[in-house]
């Protein structure tokens, strides 16, 4: 399923000449009668303009219109930046018939250069605002990323069929900080802002918040969350739980496909950590592991270096391990048991980290908490493509 896939969403991508390439650089996503929208932003104190844009209309009032450059950034351009952010939001309101309060704006590319602002205004005027072209929205986002990244989940309430639908970008510069790239996503299921907002956030604080290439934060991520308010439903608690559980899911099918088309990436890793003390020592340990250059390296050289992730797991003094409970498994082969290393066969287990999924599963002790993260290996292939970049 695409985003256009939804009944009341239109989407779309062009080409406008900000990409040398002649690849597509212009989208729109379009919900005309968008009843709720909620917007997760990135934390980094570095950001574009395009941010403190959106930060303000989410706020305000439910979002109609994404528009979304790529190949650049508009981050780090001064007075020119806001102002060519404001240009995007007349000429897009022009277009597509809605309030400027009604519009975000997103950008991804390179940081420091001006947008070539004239090129993206007459892009807008390719749209008529009524395509169903998901597919070329979703290329239209892309910068480095080798693959589109799309997701949906569809769940039976009350006899109806609830749909969600998203788009992602991302393949460097990704770490947990939120959002860690750029991401869309569509309901066919009637939401208020402030609904869509605590269900959002729920999703992203367990997936894109979850996930880590090379612990680099961008300037310009968000992931929007945008209701058509197609199916109105009155919802019970366990149709709330189920409504966070889809969401969730579809964050974290995005953000796995993030990770898999990582950088120069030839390894996706995703850390399991069990018996925790808290939430927060879970997520902590995970991110650790999952951030770790060294375990980076000793995945992508297949080497099952387990002193590394010893190493990374332990380095919060804040969180709770109970040493003599600490349990390391690599693809399901335990290498490190109730605090004492196995006799492994390191051949076989170098062998068993050659699949192109390494699943690093971690016990710290006998709590209650769990959490996952995902990220990817480190590999000269990203050092290539970010020295090629400018």
Known sequence: MQITDINGV????????????????????????????????SQNLIRSATLDHNEEVFNTGPVKLMIINSGNANSVTGEVGMVHVQDTVAKASECFGCLPTEVGVASTGIIGVPLPIHLLLNGLEQFSGTEKNGVACA????????????????????????????????????????????????TNLALDSITCKALLQYSIDNSYNMLSVDTDQSTNDMVSLQSSGELVLSLNENDMK????????????LVKQIAKDGE????????????AQTKADARSV??????????????????????????????????????????????????????HPESIDRPGLKAVMADFNIVISIVIGNGPYQATAWGCDLTHGYIDINTEYN
Request: net charge negative; hydrophobic share 40%.
């Open 10 to 41: 239109y989407a779309s991508g062009t080409h406008c000449g900000i990409k040398d390439s002649g690849s597509l650089d212009l989208a729109y996503i379009y919900v005309p009668n968008c009843v709720g929208s909620s917007v997760v932003l």
């Open 139 to 186: 290329k239209a986002i892309l910068t480095t990323d080798l693959v589109s990244k799309t997701a949906s989940r569809t769940i039976q309430i009350q006899g109806h069929d609830v749909h969600f639908s998203g788009i992602t970008k991302g393949s460097g510069m990704i770490a947990p900080n939120m959002a860690t790239t750029l991401g869309f996503i569509v």
């Open 242 to 253: 189920a409504v966070q559980h889809a969401l969730t899911e579809l964050c974290i099918d």
């Open 264 to 275: 120069g990436a030839q390894h996706v890793i995703e850390v399991h950590v069990d018996g």
């Open 286 to 339: 995970a991110k650790l592991v999952v951030d770790s250059p060294l375990v980076k390296t000793a995945v992508a050289g297949e080497d099952p270096n387990w002193g590394r992730i010893l190493m990374a797991l332990g380095k919060d003094p804040s969180v709770t391990i109970v040493q003599g409970l600490l349990s390391i498994r690599i693809n399901d082969h335990p290498i490190f048991t109730n605090g």
